[in-house]
């Protein structure tokens, strides 16, 4: 039987004030533990920004005392997957998070997110070698966005590694690497961005620009390409997918990342309705108010 | 002869039920699908609430709203019911070793030789009907009978929601009473016809004579009075549009050995790639199909990047084998199949020299293979294997 684990990269969001999380808030109310009371799993995004303190970590678990079942995966900090330059201290700092995460029970695993342009060549492969040794005994997932990642080679490099590569669900543009989930040692991570084709687009040409120099033509809102709602049937065919490569798998996560307007936690209120086989899902008034469709199974 | 046993399921009120899933505030209200009710549209479908109304599905939808003035009226979501309408043929194809997907709501099954896998014909077509509302909360009726015909008529017979089973033999008794106004294929114009001759009820035209029917009507009577005695078509036609290109192989002896199967699949991809080459196709997805010695049928997909390339599918057939085969059970049949199609425009893409390379190297393959047979070529997989016999 596979643990579903279903939550949002991130809980901090503003936006989800009124959506999610009630709009007046007494002095002592704090989202993370709000959150913690409806879904069991959530992705730390800002360990990619930042070096986060073993002091942090320690809050969010004082956030979710009582709730055993709750579990925390961190994506790396960017200078282990888009620099690729980090040395002992880099490793030191993320694994101290991580300590503190493991040892009061509740860590899942550590993200390694890379960027599109990180193809699968001789040093993309070395380089998810080492990363594998420096975080040795950490649970691992591998998420490569280019599509010379599902090559036989590079699948078994991170299958031989014991990495399950996470599929991510994304619009379809140039290369990126298809929505194909595969379970490796038992676990499967899944990642769902949204389907904004136009703002994805635009944001890559934005990035392109910054790297030749130039100046991005606008300067919009960089969440505007995880502003999507995938709809039921999207939502049914993802699931499908994932229902079919779950043979032999333990736990399986899956993180929504369209956290604009807390679309994301409508999403996976739906997705545990359609992977735990449920006709109701408990969740607060306030997102069955915001999105209508979740009456159905609220 | 063996009896055979057809099954149709229709999706009731198709488009209604998917647009409630997008909006539950229609549940319970008259919904029309269709457009701008001051349009010259017509109405793709309708609820039942709306049937109420004297609505049905293609009348004018000018119509409609004078009949119905306080429906809900939507513009449709076609990308929705695709989607449906393929993920609940996907669960068909769990169930039944061969599916015809008559159109975007209808399905007819072959369950012939089954009844041992599944016992009871009843209980199966409700097990359908529940998994397709379990899964997708969309509901939908079943009819069983020996024939498609019959089968049609039974999913009809007790709409919405409902399960009717028309066993061997009952076929003429069944129908009998029915007005023919229920039979597909009377139509507006042949009904009245139909009626002036005296003729109000199936039993009416069975009881009648087939040479009758031919002077009077021509084919479509002849047509009509074989329906009417219980007798239809048993063949499906698999694949009605080319939205995939697919192979399979069913062995003489049902196989385990993991090579032979791999083997198999590869032969089978390569002609599906070669197929794909002569239309000048690329493919973005890959099915295997696996049916196991006790037919239990087993269908996994992925998306490819676009390709006609025999590596490139051979590989990701390969993984989805090496994944799903994990029963100790025998295969009877194994097979692969591309989807996603599109034109392929032969423009050299980044990063893609190597595959460039291989698509113009394929290209002259084909070339041989089109002159000397497609044994001629083929990529060195066969060769250890031959060199052991």
């Given at each position: 039987?596979?643990?579903?684990?279903?939550?949002?990269?991130?809980?901090?969001?503003?936006?989800?004030?009124?959506?999610?999380?009630?709009?007046?808030?007494?002095?002592?109310?704090?989202?993370?533990?709000?959150?913690?009371?409806?879904?069991?799993?959530?992705?730390?995004?800002?360990?990619?920004?930042?070096?986060?303190?073993?002091?942090?970590?320690?809050?969010?678990?004082?956030?979710?005392?009582?709730?055993?079942?709750?579990?925390?995966?961190?994506?790396?900090?960017?200078?282990?997957?888009?620099?690729?330059?980090?040395?002992?201290?880099?490793?030191?700092?993320?694994?101290?998070?991580f300590d503190v995460l493991r040892d009061g029970g509740k860590f899942g695993g550590a993200l390694a997110q890379f960027p599109y342009s990180f193809a699968f060549d001789e040093a993309a492969s070395a380089h998810v070698r080492r990363l594998a040794e420096d975080f040795e005994n950490i649970p691992l997932f591998v998420e490569p966005r280019h599509a010379s990642w599902r090559r036989d080679e590079a699948r078994?490099?991170?299958?031989?590694?014991?990495?399950?590569?996470?599929?991510?669900?994304?619009?379809?543009?140039?290369?990126?690497?298809?929505?194909?989930?595969?379970?490796?040692?038992?676990?499967?991570?899944?990642?769902?961005?949204?389907?904004?084709?136009?703002?994805?687009?635009?944001?890559?040409?934005?990035?392109?620009?910054?790297?030749?120099?130039?100046?991005?033509?606008?300067?919009?809102?960089?969440?505007e390409r995880y502003d999507y709602l995938y709809s039921p049937g999207e939502l049914g065919e993802i699931a499908e997918e994932i229902k079919s490569a779950l043979d032999g798998v333990k736990t399986a996560y899956v993180i929504f990342n369209n956290h604009p307007g807390g679309q994301a936690l409508a999403n996976a209120f739906e997705m545990i309705a359609l992977l735990e086989d449920r006709a109701r899902v408990d969740m607060p008034e306030t997102i069955k108010h915001r999105f209508e469709r979740l009456r159905k199974i609220a | 002869m063996r009896t055979a046993t057809i099954f149709h399921l229709d999706l009731d009120a198709f488009f209604v039920s998917v647009e409630r899933l997008l909006d539950p505030s229609l549940e319970d209200k008259p919904v029309i699908v269709g457009g701008n009710p001051l349009g010259r549209g017509v109405v793709a479908a309708c609820s039942y609430e709306a049937r109420e109304f004297g609505l049905h599905s293609a009348m004018p939808i000018r119509k409609a709203y004078r009949l119905c003035p306080h429906g809900v009226y939507v513009r449709g979501h076609g990308e929705e019911y695709v989607r449906y309408s393929r993920l609940v043929r996907g669960v068909m194809e769990e169930f039944a070793p061969v599916v015809e997907q008559a159109s975007i709501d209808e399905f007819y099954m072959d369950f012939t030789g089954c009844e041992k896998m599944y016992g009871s014909?009843?209980?199966?077509?409700?097990?359908?009907?529940?998994?397709?509302?379990?899964?997708?909360?969309?509901?939908?009726?079943?009819?069983?009978?020996?024939?498609?015909?019959?089968?049609?008529?039974?999913?009809?017979?007790?709409?919405?929601?409902?399960?009717?089973?028309?066993?061997?033999?009952?076929?003429?008794?069944?129908?009998?009473?029915?007005?023919?106004?229920?039979?597909?294929?009377?139509?507006?114009?042949?009904?009245?016809?139909?009626?002036?001759?005296?003729?109000?009820?199936?039993?009416?035209?069975?009881?009648?004579?087939?040479?009758?029917?031919?002077?009077?009507?021509?084919?479509?009577?002849?047509?009509?009075?074989?329906?009417?005695?219980?007798?239809?078509?048993?063949?499906?036609?698999?694949?009605?549009?080319?939205?995939?290109?697919?192979?399979?192989?069913?062995?003489?002896?049902?196989?385990?050995?993991?090579?032979?199967?791999?083997?198999?699949?590869?032969?089978?991809?390569?002609?599906?790639?070669?197929?794909?080459?002569?239309?000048?196709?690329?493919?973005?997805?890959?099915?295997?199909?696996?049916?196991?010695?006790?037919?239990?049928?087993?269908?996994?997909?992925?998306?490819?990047?676009?390709?006609?390339d025999d590596r490139e599918i051979f590989e990701t057939a390969r993984a989805l084998l090496r994944k799903a085969y994990d029963r100790r059970v025998a295969i009877r049949l194994i097979g692969v199949g591309t989807t996603g199609l599109a034109p392929d425009t032969g423009q050299a893409e980044l990063f893609e020299t190597e595959r460039e390379r291989r698509r113009r190297l394929l290209e002259a393959i084909d070339e041989v293979r089109g002159k000397y047979g497609f044994e001629a070529i083929d990529l060195g997989r066969y060769e250890s294997r031959r060199e052991r016999r």
């Open positions: 039987m596979t643990k579903m684990r279903i939550g949002a990269a991130g809980w901090s969001y503003e936006d989800w004030v009124g959506a999610f999380y009630p709009k007046r808030e007494s002095k002592s109310f704090d989202w993370l533990s709000y959150y913690s009371q409806y879904l069991d799993t959530a992705e730390v995004n800002a360990s990619y920004y930042a070096y986060l303190s073993p002091k942090v970590a320690e809050g969010w678990l004082r956030k979710t005392e009582g709730i055993d079942e709750f579990r925390f995966t961190a994506k790396l900090h960017q200078d282990f997957t888009h620099r690729r330059r980090y040395g002992r201290e880099e490793i030191e700092k993320t694994r101290a998070v078994e490099l991170v299958r031989g590694l014991g990495a399950p590569p996470c599929a991510a669900d994304q619009p379809a543009l140039g290369e990126a690497i298809p929505f194909a989930p595969e379970a490796v040692g038992g676990k499967l991570y899944v990642r769902l961005h949204g389907r904004n084709r136009a703002a994805w687009g635009r944001s890559v040409a934005d990035l392109a620009a910054r790297r030749r120099g130039e100046k991005p033509t606008s300067d919009r809102d960089p969440n | 014909f009843l209980e199966l077509a409700t097990r359908l009907q529940r998994e397709v509302w379990r899964r997708f909360s969309l509901p939908c009726s079943v009819g069983v009978a020996g024939n498609k015909t019959v089968a049609k008529i039974c999913s009809d017979f007790n709409k919405p929601r409902g399960v009717t089973y028309a066993p061997p033999g009952t076929e003429r008794l069944f129908l009998e009473r029915l007005p023919l106004e229920d039979m597909p294929g009377v139509g507006k114009k042949f009904l009245p016809e139909l009626r002036r001759r005296g003729f109000f009820r199936v039993g009416d035209v069975a009881r009648s004579s087939v040479e009758y029917f031919a002077a009077a009507f021509g084919k479509a009577g002849v047509d009509l009075w074989e329906k009417a005695n219980g007798e239809g078509s048993t063949a499906l036609t698999v694949e009605r549009e080319r939205k995939s290109v697919s192979k399979e192989h069913t062995f003489g002896e049902d196989v385990a050995d993991r090579e032979t199967l791999e083997e198999t699949l590869f032969g089978e991809t390569a002609k599906v790639c070669r197929k794909l080459r002569d239309k000048r196709l690329r493919a973005s997805g890959v099915t295997l199909k696996l049916r196991y010695a006790d037919f239990k049928t087993i269908t996994r997909s992925t998306k490819i990047p676009p390709t006609a």
